[in-house]
């Protein structure tokens, strides 16, 4: 994401105060899904938080940006915390419903314009493409139709793998545009060529999220013996391992 796609590594925190929750949209909608840590019904509460989303989001808000710095692209790596409240099933064992587990995000600000936004999401979108090709994993994407959206997405397009495991595919990535939902609520606005404030439009995606792809590796790469052959892509940061005994 840094050096092929242009973005900028951000460190966030595990710990967000709830007004970040709240402004990202996963307050209220959701917090049922949350870890409150530090004073839950109290304006100075904390909250572990369940994606890398919410700090990047937070570290504009309140801001006005330069509309000729936009658009912003930002990734991270950041252990995220979910209760996985009502999860039932084969889902909770395994690899593929956890509480904690580390995730790469992409997050871009971007100005507040639906061609660029949908342009934006299509490029994140492809990103992921490109790193499921690499790893040659089949994969496919998914139209979320308006029932499934949550309130704060405008569209939302999920990546899944396919997990012999799970007799199909499993969603590894979720691709939202929420054009001005969170930045209002954040009040993170840009001034336009005419000395104007907009608000502007925010898109994320999931780059990779460790453990739950690591199940179609694990799977697509077993061998009859039961070792795991490295995929090609992966062995240089291997060490030059081929497979795992």
């Known amino acids: ?35 409150d840590i530090a004073n839950p019904t109290s304006e100075e509460g904390l909250a572990l938080t369940g994606t890398g989303e919410v700090g990047l989001m937070g570290y504009h808000a309140d801001e006005i ?22 999860a039932a099933g084969k889902d909770t064992a395994g690899l593929y419903r956890v509480h904690q587990f580390d995730k790469v995000e992409q997050v871009v600000l971007c100005k507040a314009d639906e061609a660029e936004s949908r342009a934006w999401h299509e490029k994140m979108i492809g990103f992921v493409e490109q790193l499921l090709q690499q790893l040659a994993l089949p994969y496919r994407l998914i139209q979320c139709c308006t029932g499934d959206l949550g309130p704060k997405n ?4 999920d990546v899944e793998c396919w997990m012999p495991s799970r007799d199909g595919y ?15 609520r954040l009040n993170i606005r840009y001034k336009d060529a005419e000395g104007k404030n907009l608000v502007a439009h925010s898109l994320n995606n999931t780059v990779a999220a460790s ?8 799977e697509m790469y077993q061998t009859p013996e039961g070792r795991i052959a490295v995929p090609p892509v992966l062995r240089p940061y291997m060490n030059g391992l081929d497979m795992i005994r």
Do not use: W
């Open 1 to 35: 994401m840094v050096h092929e796609h242009g973005f900028t590594p951000v460190s966030v925190a595990d710990l967000v105060r709830h007004a970040m929750m709240v402004g990202t949209g996963f307050f209220p909608h959701g917090r049922e899904q949350v870890y």
């Open 170 to 184: 499993g969603e590894t990535h979720s691709a939202s545009r929420l054009y001005d939902y969170q930045c209002r």
């Open 211 to 218: 453990p739950r792809i690591l199940i179609p590796i694990v």
């Open 154 to 157: 405008a569209d939302q397009v």
């Open 65 to 86: 940006l330069d509309g000729q710095s936009l658009p912003r692209c930002y990734t991270t790596t950041s252990t995220c915390f979910r209760r996985e409240a009502g």
